[in-house]
């Protein structure tokens, strides 16, 4: 995502541990989607208060707002992943699901694998990384005249090879889903155009009227189309996102509560702690405080 300007990035464990992962085992997801394969012993993580084991031949697939912590992890711990930019996975699987399918897989964190299955991603992933690594090795030692050239093409056939690993995904995911060409309803385009809406607005907009004027829609009817389609409401969806990242930046940045509420947009420090106070029964440090111990 950052060297080769791509909208994904592979990772390996424990390689990434001190980096990408910190050493105390937080995972930060803010605006990506994470895929981590286990390939050799066993890690514990806790994801929003939920414990699990992930183990060689197990998956996990974690989406922004989630708070991912492995707090613990054998000496042969090992484990392939690939971080996805929000925006590129979220293309791919509304093309394919329809939305009430999409907010069930989205709460299926942890997959056991059967043997084919693992095979499958491991050899996507694996060769997705030693195509980029190789790749990038060559672009570097061309011309220069000729490079930007190179790059165009090479970039394209990068993102289908990650495209292609995230349908592989998707499809271990529908094993046990009746699997058709998708035919929205009304509902669930308009789900889906909300659920985007939220994505790209919800540090700056939190008021209802912002997205139904977006959507050419009545607030109540917006409301009324959401609760139905989603069985949750427009300020809940749009609470889940703004916590989810209070949360990620209180815990994984350095950032101080006042710079964290002009992120988020609020017109202050003090309407922020009481927004935050609200949803979780603690003030914003004591929530930094407990997460970090």
């Known amino acids: 995502m950052q060297?080769?300007?791509l909208p994904f990035e592979c990772i390996t464990i424990p390689r990434e541990f001190g980096s990408y992962i910190n050493d105390d085992g937080l995972i930060p997801l803010?605006?990506?989607?994470?895929?981590?394969?286990?390939?050799?012993?066993?890690?514990?993580?806790?994801?929003?208060?939920?414990h699990f084991t992930l183990s060689a031949g197990e998956m996990f697939v974690l989406v922004p707002s989630r708070l991912a912590h492995i707090v613990e992890r054998s000496d042969d711990f090992t484990a392939l992943?690939?971080?996805f930019e929000f925006e590129f996975y979220q293309k791919i699987a509304k093309g394919v699901l329809d939305m009430s399918v999409a907010l069930q897989l989205?709460?299926?964190l942890h997959k056991v694998l059967t043997d084919k299955q693992y095979q499958n991603v491991k050899m996507l992933i694996e060769g997705l990384m030693e195509r980029i690594e190789t790749e990038a090795a060559e672009l570097d030692q061309m011309p220069e005249e000729l490079r930007?050239?190179?790059w165009l093409v090479l970039r394209e056939l990068l993102i289908s090879l990650g495209t292609t690993l995230a349908y592989e995904v998707l499809n271990i995911y529908l094993t046990n889903y009746s699997f058709s060409a998708v035919r929205l309803t009304r509902k669930d385009e308009v789900l889906q155009h909300f659920f985007t809406l939220v994505f790209e607005n919800f540090r700056e907009h939190r008021e209802l009227s912002f997205?139904?004027?977006?959507?050419?829609l009545s607030p109540r009817y917006l409301a009324s189309i959401v609760?139905?389609?989603?069985g949750r409401s427009p300020a809940e969806w749009i609470n889940e996102r703004v916590m989810g990242e209070a949360k990620q930046m209180l815990t994984y940045s350095e950032l101080s509560v006042k710079q964290i509420a002009q992120h988020l947009n609020f017109p202050n420090q003090s309407f922020f702690g009481k927004y935050f106070r609200h949803h979780t029964g603690l003030s914003p440090l004591k929530y930094r405080e407990k997460g970090r111990q």
Do not use: E
């Open 3 to 5: 060297k080769m300007n």
């Open 30 to 50: 803010n605006g990506v989607t994470m895929l981590m394969l286990g390939t050799g012993g066993h890690a514990s993580a806790d994801i929003d208060g939920k």
């Open 81 to 83: 992943g690939i971080i």
């Open 106 to 108: 989205s709460q299926q």
């Open 148 to 150: 930007d050239a190179r």
């Open 211 to 216: 997205y139904a004027d977006r959507l050419c």
């Open 227 to 230: 609760k139905q389609a989603s």
